[in-house]
């Protein structure tokens, strides 16, 4: 079994990551409500991410995330966050479509690449925070 979650179960962890964080408890039902799913997907989405020991996870019980599954989740927040700040903020594209490419492109982007662009969206936007415009400035 690879490491690398799918694009699917990245959504999952981090569906059930933010819904921790607003409620501190989470269900199967509110994953599947919140992604739009199945119960019968989720389910098996659950016990997946469950085996990899991401979550902990009992048919009728809350749902909790494991240290290794936080981290996780974080990891794939931090990448969605920087991909939207960039198509926001540096590309001008509306909040929608911003979250929209994110969320498709974080699954895929190389840490190198991901590490390119947040460089070169604080240069941009320290560059055009100054005084000095530069030619790259909007």
Known sequence: MSD????????YLETIYLILEKNNSVKAID??????????????????LANRNLINYGRYNSISITVQGEEAAKEIIAK??????????????????AQ???????HIISQDMLKRLIKFTNYYKKTCNNDFKSKFCK
Do not use: M, P, W
Request: with cysteine; net charge positive.
């Open 4 to 11: 690398k979650l799918t694009s699917s179960l990245e959504d």
């Open 100 to 106: 929209k490419n994110a969320c498709a492109i974080e």
């Open 31 to 48: 994953v599947s409500k919140a992604l739009g799913v199945t119960r019968a997907s989720t389910t098996e989405a659950l016990k997946k």
């Open 80 to 97: 969605h966050q920087s991909l939207y700040i960039f198509f926001k903020d540096i590309l001008g594209a509306s909040h929608s479509e």
